[in-house]
């Protein structure tokens, strides 16, 4: 089942790719796939249409998709067929497999700002080595919102981040609109 948000992606999920086929989206793209470090597996949580797959972030034997919006899921599909990708909020998703563990979790341009601001931590529970967060920065708001009203709980979900950092140790850095944190976790 898909929310607003969801089905705004699913709307656009065939052009998405294309909105961010410029020079500066992919000088950005470079420097998010140097910084991720991944290691191991790698769950990618609101992984739209494959970004981290399209940038060679990891290998599709090493790699594990969630997403609310079938039209993403889809898109993610047709381009990378092998890829193991599952239609699901993230909230429901850690609900249903709270042991689920992967040495890099991420969550890549955007999409951990529409995840509910309590269940931020509960990312670090799925990671053996690290989770990598990548928020819109306070007031951003990507023109494809207009609309729709922010997604709720967005600079909660944000200074969330942040928290984990100052508790977990890590770093924090800016990128165009996003607010990047590695947070790392060492069992
Ligand atoms: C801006 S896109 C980013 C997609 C991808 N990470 C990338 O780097 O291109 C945001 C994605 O977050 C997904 N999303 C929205 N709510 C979510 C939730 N509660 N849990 C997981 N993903 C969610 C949307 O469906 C959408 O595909």
Request: with cysteine; proline share 5%.
């Given at each position: ?5 969801s ?51 990891t290998?599709?034997?090493l ?9 993403m ?7 990378h067929?092998?890829?193991f ?6 909230e429901?998703?850690?609900v ?30 799925h990671?053996?080595?690290?989770v ?23 600079e ?8 984990l ?23």
């Amino acid at each position: 089942m898909e929310n607003k948000v969801s089905e705004l992606y699913t709307t656009i999920a065939e052009v998405y790719d294309k909105r961010y086929d410029t020079d500066s989206a992919r000088a950005e793209d470079r420097w998010a796939a140097d910084f991720i470090q991944p290691q191991g597996t790698l769950l990618d949580v609101g992984c739209g249409t494959g970004w981290t797959l399209d940038n060679r972030v990891t290998q599709v034997e090493l790699y594990r998709g969630i997403d609310p919006s079938e039209g993403m899921c889809r898109e993610l599909k047709r381009k990378h067929p092998t890829a193991f990708v599952e239609t699901a909020f993230y909230e429901s998703w850690h609900v249903q497999h709270p042991t689920a563990l992967y040495d890099t979790v991420l969550s890549s341009f955007g999409s951990p700002s529409y995840i509910d601001p309590l269940f931020i931590p509960t990312l670090v529970q799925h990671a053996r080595r690290q989770v990598v967060l990548m928020h819109y920065m306070d007031g951003y708001l990507p023109d494809i919102h207009s609309e729709l009203t922010a997604p709720t709980g967005k600079e909660a979900s944000r200074r969330a981040a942040i928290d984990l950092v100052a508790g977990f140790g890590g770093e924090v850095q800016h990128i165009g609109a996003f607010q990047v944190v590695r947070i790392l976790v060492e069992r």
